[in-house]
């Protein structure tokens, strides 16, 4: 009997929702916005314009500013005559970085001394900027340890051997390759199925409101719980789509490595559509206007995303917002992702972040199918 | 002009009864920036790490300490093995693994290469990438001091041999301490204003085709351009004042330097601000249903806004055709803007071909609108 009623009224979503094929596109699209920025998107050092200055003209200055110029990330976009035009170039912003060597630097090495050289870094982005200098660190460090062994060998210390040293065998885990690509795929994943699972029902259920159905429905015996489940129901089906649509474009276009249990992933999707399905209607029902409904989501929504994990690491905000992080849905979420994704854990470590979605969806969709009568009468 | 002004009386009694809204409206963009400046923090710094020291010998513990003393990795677990190290990083407690192996002193003592073992969890490949040069940092750091240690002794052939024979001098311009907030806050600015003005005039003329009210519009001797920059000016001033209040509030609170001209900031955002508004009412034109406009506003503005304008991903990392879509959205030219005016301080003689587009593109929008609606009339 119940069935039945549920099942009427799923078929009324349904029809409604494939009236609006706008919104339909609009769904399916937000997931290829996810390709877009998983091949666009990256924040680290990629193809940065330098500028380099080679006041010393010798074979060991061009051969520091070849190799600079060909660093990985860098792409050399003015050799410049005078180094004061480097201040013009960067204020126009043709150039984010350069190297100036001063004459005397072949010199100094061939003395012995150490060489000074003039890094010159536009810092307007903070991150870019310091990963700049990070590289060209690296250089310099390989540039003088050869430049040291030679020094060594020629005073005829053959016993370098013996200078005590420690070796650092440095390996990074579960990426790498260290592919930006990789982390942002499936953050935006997330943060779509956040995005979708919050505005969808809560815009469904304002629409009702908006054309006076509401009252219509409330006259049937159709109980609140019942047309939650009516409505969430086929959207999560679609939105399921979306997300396989998502997760193969991942697989297949971006190499992304699926190391754990696809099963789990998708279980936990699911759990992560309730808990984010009960954040809208419990939207729905204090909202009265679309318009209400949009401030009150982003209200919502942007403080989910962002105290997440997904934008910046959650070790580098100040300790209360790390700890307002444990209410964000979606934190949870990315850790399970990544963790299944990237590093191939399993339930026996993700249990925490399974109960805590679980948890937080009942409680939702209990609280909002109680208010959800209450906000009619 | 009349009937620009009844549109306009109509849509401010409108927006004023739901005072719910507008409150949100001008206060959400203040909360959300302070609460994003906080939040988008990307300096590396407190990584936690668990250290691993199976040697237990005041060289191993000195080696710690250098790590320490960078002020960036915070040793806060001590555990007794390599595995339980290893579910640290699986668990996502610990992004730094530090195996100092037995026989790590004896090594030293003997001058010959010891060995240690650091495991980065790449899962944050920006943040990995500089944790990765720390670490490289502090190893060269402490291989100089033992290996100095002995050096001296041989200074009297070698020269100063624990200098590094290449020295770069940084020198970091427009924002000299690297931080974050400088950048970070002014680009909010942009994407803020992005965010909200839009998502609010998308609405204003879809609504009345929900209700039909609009068809009271249709009949009347109303021109398209009237109705058009009456719903426009309302949200106007609503975006102005949201501009106001996150202004005062990157100066005041965040102390973000400024260090061009105010004038020519508010200037430029003159054609931004109008812009923004005008976006939303275009695509109000174009949609049937408040949800529909909502989702294109989204698609149109805020995702394009935080992702294409240069703000967190700068252009030039991006492949080429991607470079060239971003010059489709107006966020992009005011991003560049908002930088050199407030961090590099430079004037129009650099940034007036931005002004130029985004004036063009403004009011590209508002024809394009008012020509949209046109179409619905006839």
């Known amino acids: 009997m119940m069935s039945r009623r549920l099942w009427g009224l799923m078929r009324k979503e349904v029809i409604q929702f494939w009236r609006d094929r706008a919104l339909m596109v609009l769904i399916l699209y937000t997931f290829v916005e996810i390709a877009i920025c998983g091949w666009a998107l990256t924040l680290d050092v990629r193809n940065m314009p330098v500028a380099v200055y080679d006041g010393d003209r010798t074979a060991q200055s061009r051969a520091l500013v070849d190799a600079f110029a060909r660093l990985e990330g860098f792409r050399l976009a003015a050799q410049v005559e005078d180094p004061s035009d480097v201040d013009a170039l960067m204020d126009a912003g043709k150039v984010q970085f350069a190297l100036i060597v001063p004459a005397g630097f072949a010199r100094t090495l061939r003395a012995g001394g150490s060489a000074q050289v003039q890094v010159v870094v536009d810092g307007t982005n903070s991150s870019i900027a310091g990963q700049a200098l990070a590289i060209t660190a690296g250089l310099l460090r390989d540039y003088n340890e050869q430049i040291l062994v030679r020094r060594v060998e020629r005073v005829g210390l053959a016993r370098y051997q013996l200078v005590p040293r420690v070796e650092n065998m440095i390996r990074i885990w579960y990426m790498p390759q260290l592919k930006y690509a990789h982390f942002i795929m499936l953050t935006m994943l997330t943060i779509s199925v956040l995005l979708l699972g919050v505005l969808v029902p809560a815009a469904a259920i304002v629409r009702e409101k908006e054309a006076g159905t509401f009252e219509q429905l409330m006259m049937t015996p159709i109980t609140g719980a019942e047309l939650i489940v009516a409505k969430i129901a086929p959207m999560i089906a679609l939105k399921l789509i979306g997300l396989t649509i998502g997760v193969l474009m991942s697989l297949w276009l971006f190499d992304v490595p699926l190391r754990g249990s696809v099963l789990l992933f998708y279980a936990i999707s699911a759990l ?32 989910l995303a962002f105290l997440s994990g997904t934008m910046v690491p959650i070790g580098n905000m100040p300790r209360l917002l790390q700890w307002a992080t444990y209410l964000s849905p979606l934190r949870y979420y990315v850790e399970a992702t990544l963790g299944i994704f990237l590093k191939g854990v399993g339930l026996d470590v993700l249990w925490p972040q399974t109960l805590a979605l679980a ?14 009568r209450k906000s009619l009468a | 002009m009349s009937g620009v002004l009844s549109v306009l009386k109509k849509e401010v009694r409108e927006i004023w ?41 005041a060289e191993s513990r000195a080696y710690v300490q250098a790590l320490a003393n960078t002020g960036r990795f915070v040793p806060a677990y001590r555990p007794a093995t390599p595995q339980e190290a290893e579910r640290l990083l699986d668990q996502g407690k610990a992004q730094v693994v530090l195996i100092i192996p037995a026989g790590f002193a004896q090594a030293l003592r003997q001058g010959r290469t010891a060995q240690v073992q650091t495991l980065v969890d790449g899962t944050f490949p920006t943040s990995a990438r500089v944790v990765l040069e720390y670490v490289e940092a502090v190893n060269d750091v402490f291989t100089a001091r033992v290996a100095g240690e002995r050096l001296v002794t041989w200074r009297r052939v070698a020269g100063n041999l624990a200098a590094p024979a290449v020295a770069p001098v940084p020198l970091v311009r427009y924002n000299p301490e690297l931080r974050s907030a400088n950048f970070i806050v002014p680009g909010l600015i942009v994407v803020i204003l992005m965010a909200f003005p839009p998502l609010l005039s998308a609405l204003a003329i879809v609504r009345e085709k929900e209700h039909g009210s609009i068809q009271h519009i249709f009949v009347s001797p109303l021109r398209p351009w009237a ?28 102390r973000v330097p400024l260090q061009g001209s105010l004038f020519f900031f508010l200037l430029a955002s003159v054609p931004y601000v109008v812009g923004t508004v005008a976006i939303g009412l275009l695509v109000s034109t174009v949609t049937s249903t408040q949800l529909a406009a909502m989702l294109l506003a989204l698609v149109l503005t805020l995702m394009p806004s935080f992702l294409f304008s240069g703000f967190m991903f700068p252009i030039f990392t991006m492949p080429t055709a991607l470079q060239l879509y971003s010059y489709l959205f107006p966020a992009r030219y005011f991003t560049k803007i908002t930088y050199d005016i407030f961090l590099k301080g430079v004037g129009p003689e650099i940034w007036w071909p931005q002004l130029a587009v985004l004036t063009a593109y403004t009011l590209g929008t508002v024809v394009l609108a008012s020509l949209r609606f046109r179409k619905k009339v006839g």
């Open chain 1, 359 to 372: 948890v937080y969806g009942l409680v939702l969709l209990g609280v909002s199918s109680a208010r959800f």
């Open chain 1, 272 to 303: 992560m559509f309730m808990s984010s399905s009960g954040i809208g209607v419990l939207l729905g029902t204090f909202a009265r206007t679309m318009q209400q409904t949009l401030m009150l989501a982003f209200f919502i929504l942007f403080p």
């Open chain 2, 227 to 254: 109705f058009i920059v009456g719903k426009l000016v309302p949200y106007l001033v609503i975006a102005s004042a949201e501009l106001l209040l996150v202004l005062l509030a990157t100066r005041y609170w965040f």
């Open chain 2, 17 to 57: 009864r739901d005072p719910y809204t507008l409150g949100l409206a001008i206060f959400l963009p203040l909360v959300l920036l302070l609460l994003f400046a906080y939040a988008l923090n990307l300096d590396v710094k407190n990584i936690p790490v668990a250290i691993v020291d199976l040697d237990h010998s």
